[in-house]
Every structure is written in structure tokens, then in C-alpha cells.
């Protein structure tokens, strides 16, 4: 079975259908040459009959079954002459009598006007006979220009059938796809020489790439890793005062974000597969943490977080992933109110975070999910929301925003179709 956007099935069906074409074409070319010439005969005939009897002293009408003739004149008038023909003027014409049909030549000779009638109802039938065989050949030459279409369209797409299949089959980490070895010196060779010399180059980039990535990540990490090492050794000084123990706090939690932040960005950049190599997060477990991580940016304001845990669903993500998603909600809300309350509700199917900050205006709403895009009151670089939106479409789960300006924004997490378990919670538990 062809699929019917296939190459294959488009040569196959463009052929077939030129086959029917053309011998549609040519059949009904035929066929009125052969009518044409038919007609011409018989004209010939009528002449040749008519100056015969023309030539006599006394006209006397052909007594054939096939041919009629008719003359009127002072001196001698035909009887009965058809009255479809008897004022007709000089020339040929297909005339219908009764049931009969007549081929009928009309000429003046002297002072006489002849009349010659041919009985074509015979050549009728004989039309008949032939239209149903041109029919049939018609029918044969779809039929054979179909299966020879279907045969074609083998052969010329078998090259590239054979290219499409190892390219299927290719895998990330294939060095060598031979794929000029399966074509000859066509045009189909010269798309797999020219698709060979892209994949050389696109494996240059991606080593490129991988060493970049390495040395990227070698290089923030390291002194990362020293400055926590650092703020651990001036956390154990006793004569630090209060004032300059929250500044090493707030130095420790910002190491400790673009760690997180550069192992999660690395994540992202790398093929995701099937979650083979992924564990089971308990989102719920990853919602407390975020809020006790982020409690800190509340400050001196009059703002409360409260939590609704009404399920605790299971999902298969990378946890640092799925920190990031939840955190920059809660970022999000906490930065954009100055007073009131920041919710987060969790239940078996959804994460929603609903503040009761600034809001934001229609146009702000409708791009805030946009890379790099910062509304008025936004003071980021415009990549939280966006990368939030990101590693939800690496899981296929579904992020909206509602907001209203100077009534707060909620943002929803639906999570329902990569669900793996859900364990009700017998109540709801807020802080």
C-alpha cells in the first residue's frame, strides 16, 4: 500500500495518469479522423452518383439501399422528395428522416437542382461498435499505465528509498553512514554527497559544541565550587557580625543557584530520549524545598506563602529541572508583590502559583512567556519565564498564565498526560 503522499505514489500516479490521458487523446483523435474521413467518403460518393445521373437524358433515381436520389425541374420532378430536404439550400447536410439518418448533398446542375441522400444509420451502428471499443482501450491503457506507473515508480525511487532508510536508521553517535555507497552517479548521488558533506560538517560542529560545553562547565564550576568553599571556611568566623553573616548567606545561596542553574542549563542541552536514565520526582517534596529556598526574598514586606498540597504526584524528570520550573514561579510571584499572599497549590493533575501582586497589561501577558522578553516592572534579563517554558516542552507539560494588572497573575503547570503516581492527601497542608 502506497501512502498516498509518498514519492512513490506520486510517480505512480502522475504516470498512470498521463497513460489515461494520452490515450484519451489519442482515441478521440482517431475517432473523429475516422468519422471525418467517413463523412468525406460518402460526399464523394454522392457527387460521383449525382453527375452520373446528371449526364443521362432523363434522370432515374439510384436504386441502391444505401443511396437515394431526387431531382426538381421544369421538365422533370422527382415524387415524394422528403420535405426535411426539399427546401434546403445547395451543400451537405445531416439530415434525420423517420428513424433514419441521411448524408445529403444538395447541387444545382443547369436549370435542375439534384437531390442525394446516403442511409448512414449503418455507419451509426458501426460508430457505436467503435466508440465502445476505443472505450475498452481506453480502460486498458489506465489499467496498463497504472501497473507500469506502480513499476516505475519502484525502480526510480529504490535509490532513494534505500537513502531514506539508513538515514532513518542513523543514530546521534554514528561516525560513518556510507551513504554514497548506496547510490550510483545520479541525482539521487549527488543529494547523498551533498547530505554526506553536511553530516561532516555537522559533526565538526557538534564536537565543537561538546568541547565547549565541557570547558564551559569545567570553568564556572570550579570557581563556583571555590567561593562555596570559601563561604563555608567565613561562616565558622565567630567574630563575623550579623549584618555580615546575611551577606555571606545571600553570596552562599547565589553560588549555589548558578551551580544548579549551569547543571540544569547542560541538561537542556542534551538530546532527550525516552526518560530511560531519569528518576521519580516527588513534586510535592521538590514544592516545600523551593518555597523554604526562596522564603528569603520576602524580607521586611507583609507577605505570607501559603501551601495547598492536596496530592503528591510522582513524575519522571530531572530534579533540577523541575526546581528550576517551580522556583522561577515562586521568584516570579514574590518579586512582583509588594504585600498580600503568594499560593501554591499542588493536586494530582496540576501545580498552580497565584500571587496577589502587580498583574500584568494584555500585551505584557501575551509575550511574557517570549525568550529575552522583560515587561515594565521586570529587572531579570527576560529568561526565567521563558526557560520555564522550555523544560516544559522537553516533558509535554502544558504552562499557562492569567493575569490581571493590579490584581495578580496565576500561573498553571498541567502535568496530566506524564503522570506516573498520585497519592492523595488526606487534607490540605498550608504554611
Not at 489499467?143 to 526510480?156: D, K
Not at 565543537?208 to 565550587?225: G, I, M
Amino acid at each position: 500500500m502506497f501512502q498516498t503522499n509518498s514519492l512513490r505514489f506520486k510517480v505512480a500516479f502522475f504516470y498512470a495518469l498521463f497513460g489515461a490521458g494520452l490515450s484519451i487523446i489519442l482515441s478521440a483523435g482517431v475517432f473523429f479522423l475516422v468519422r471525418e474521413s467517413g463523412i468525406r467518403l460518402i460526399d464523394k460518393v454522392l457527387l460521383a452518383e449525382l453527375y452520373e445521373h446528371a449526364s443521362e437524358s432523363k434522370f432515374s433515381s439510384p436504386n441502391t439501399a444505401s443511396i437515394k436520389g431526387y431531382i426538381l425541374s421544369q421538365d422533370q420532378t422527382s415524387k415524394e422528395i422528403p420535405a426535411e430536404v426539399r427546401n434546403l439550400a445547395p451543400g451537405n447536410y445531416n439530415v434525420a428522416i423517420g428513424e433514419a439518418d441521411f448524408r445529403v448533398l444538395i447541387l444545382d446542375v443547369g436549370d435542375a437542382r439534384f437531390f442525394m441522400m446516403f442511409d448512414t444509420s449503418n455507419l451509426r451502428l458501426q460508430e457505436s461498435e467503435f466508440i465502445r471499443f476505443v472505450t475498452l482501450f481506453v480502460l486498458f491503457m489506465i489499467v496498463s499505465s497504472s501497473i507500469g506507473g506502480v513499476i516505475l515508480a519502484s525502480r526510480v525511487t529504490a535509490s532513494v528509498t534505500r537513502l531514506a532508510k539508513q538515514v532513518g536508521k542513523a543514530q546521534p553517535g554514528d561516525l560513518d553512514l556510507s551513504l554514497i555507497k548506496l547510490t550510483s552517479n545520479d541525482e539521487v548521488g549527488e543529494l547523498a554527497r551533498a547530505f554526506d558533506r553536511y553530516l561532516r560538517r555537522l559533526r565538526e560542529f557538534v564536537e565543537r559544541e561538546n568541547y565547549f560545553t565541557a570547558d564551559v562547565s569545567h570553568e564556572l564550576r570550579t570557581p563556583l565550587a571555590i567561593m562555596l568553599g570559601t563561604v563555608e571556611v567565613l561562616e565558622q568566623d565567630e567574630t563575623l557580625s550579623a549584618k555580615q553573616k546575611v551577606r555571606l548567606a545571600r553570596i552562599r545561596r547565589a553560588a549555589q543557584d548558578m551551580i544548579d542553574l549551569t547543571a540544569a542549563l547542560l541538561l537542556l542541552g542534551r538530546e532527550h530520549h525516552n526518560a530511560a536514565d531519569e528518576q521519580v520526582c516527588d513534586v510535592a517534596e521538590v514544592a516545600k524545598a523551593c518555597v523554604e529556598k526562596h522564603k528569603h526574598l520576602i524580607g521586611e514586606r507583609p507577605i505570607r506563602i501559603e501551601m495547598e498540597i492536596m496530592a503528591q504526584p510522582s513524575l519522571i524528570a530531572e530534579r533540577p529541572l523541575l526546581e528550576i520550573v517551580i522556583g522561577n514561579l515562586i521568584r516570579n510571584a514574590l518579586f512582583h508583590t509588594k504585600s498580600g499572599s503568594v499560593l501554591l497549590r499542588l493536586d494530582a493533575q496540576r501545580l498552580i502559583v497565584q500571587d496577589t501582586g502587580a498583574g500584568m497589561r494584555p500585551e505584557e501577558l501575551a509575550r511574557a512567556l517570549e525568550r529575552y522578553y522583560k515587561g515594565a516592572s521586570s529587572a531579570g534579563a527576560g529568561v526565567g519565564l521563558s526557560l520555564v517554558k522550555r523544560i516544559c516542552d522537553r516533558y509535554g507539560w502544558r504552562i499557562s498564565l492569567d493575569s490581571t494588572e493590579g490584581r495578580g497573575t496565576t500561573a498553571e503547570i498541567d502535568f496530566s498526560e506524564r503522570r506516573s503516581v498520585s497519592r492523595p492527601v488526606p487534607g490540605a497542608s498550608g504554611q
